[in-house]
C-alpha cells in the first residue's frame, strides 16, 4: 500500500491565490520529495527535502518538513493557471528494499 | 543530456494479449522503475532493477515482468492482458536520491 496521503485530494483556487497541499507519511524517511504531473504525463520533480531539514524554497515553492508528525505541506505562491497538474509526495524510506514510495496525489486547478 | 525515454508512447491491445514496453535511462543511471498509474489515481509500484537484477517487485501478479539489459534499458512485459491493465505506465531512473521519470506508455485493453 502507498505509504504517502496527499491532502486535499483535489484543490481549486484563483490565479494569484496561494495553494497548499499536504502529506502524510509513516515510516521513517532519508527524503521527502514532490513531483507534478501535467495531465496523462511522465512526473516532474519539483523539490527534495532531507530528513534534517525543515523547510526549503525554490521559486513559487516552499516546503516544509515536520518528522515528528511525519507530515510535509507544499506551498505555491501565487498560482498560476500553468500551475494546474496533480503533485504527489514521494518519500525515500530508511528501512526497506524499495526506495520511493508515492503518495496518491493532490489535483490541483488554478482558475484564470 | 537526454532524458528517461520509453517507447511506444501509445498501445491498444485486446484481452489475452501480450505487450512489451520499453525504457531507456538518462546516462549514467543504473536502477530503473517501473509503475502503473490506473485513470486519476496514484502511482503503484511495479518493479525495481538496478545493475540488471531485479531488486523488488511491487504486489502484482507474475504476468507483470521484466528484464534490464546490460545497458541499463529496461523492458516490462504483461502477458494474458486484462482490461484493468488499461494504464498509464511510467517508467523511472534515478541518481542518488531523486527519480527522474519518462513520459510514460499509455496502455489501453479492449
Known amino acids: 500500500s502507498q505509504q504517502g496521503e496527499e491532502d486535499p485530494q483535489a484543490l481549486s483556487i484563483q490565479e494569484g491565490e496561494n495553494a497548499t497541499m499536504n502529506c502524510s507519511y509513516k515510516?521513517?524517511?532519508?527524503?521527502l520529495q514532490w513531483y507534478r504531473q501535467n495531465s496523462g504525463r511522465g512526473l516532474v520533480h519539483l523539490i527534495l527535502?532531507?530528513?534534517?531539514?525543515r523547510e526549503k524554497h525554490s521559486g513559487r515553492l516552499r516546503v516544509t518538513l515536520d518528522t515528528s508528525k511525519k507530515s510535509s505541506s507544499l506551498l505555491i505562491t501565487a498560482s498560476r493557471a500553468a500551475d494546474t497538474a496533480s503533485y504527489f509526495c514521494a518519500t525515500d524510506r530508511v528501512s526497506g528494499t524499495y526506495k520511493y514510495i508515492f503518495g496518491t496525489g493532490t489535483r490541483l486547478k488554478v482558475l484564470a | 543530456e537526454a532524458g528517461v525515454t520509453q517507447s511506444p508512447t501509445h498501445l491498444i491491445k485486446t484481452r489475452g494479449q501480450q505487450v512489451t514496453l520499453r525504457c531507456s535511462p538518462i546516462?549514467?543511471?543504473?536502477?530503473v522503475y517501473w509503475y502503473q498509474q490506473a485513470l486519476g489515481l496514484g502511482l503503484q509500484f511495479l518493479l525495481w532493477y538496478d545493475e540488471g537484477e531485479e531488486r523488488n517487485r511491487g504486489n502484482f501478479p507474475p504476468r507483470f515482468s521484466g528484464r534490464q539489459f546490460p545497458n541499463y534499458s529496461s523492458e516490462l512485459n504483461v502477458n494474458a492482458l486484462e482490461l484493468e491493465d488499461s494504464a498509464l505506465y511510467l517508467c523511472a531512473t534515478r541518481d542518488q536520491e531523486t527519480q527522474y521519470f519518462g513520459p510514460g506508455t499509455r496502455l489501453l485493453v479492449l
Open positions: 515510516t521513517s524517511i532519508n527524503n
Open positions: 527535502i532531507r530528513s534534517n531539514e
Open positions: 546516462s549514467g543511471h543504473t536502477s
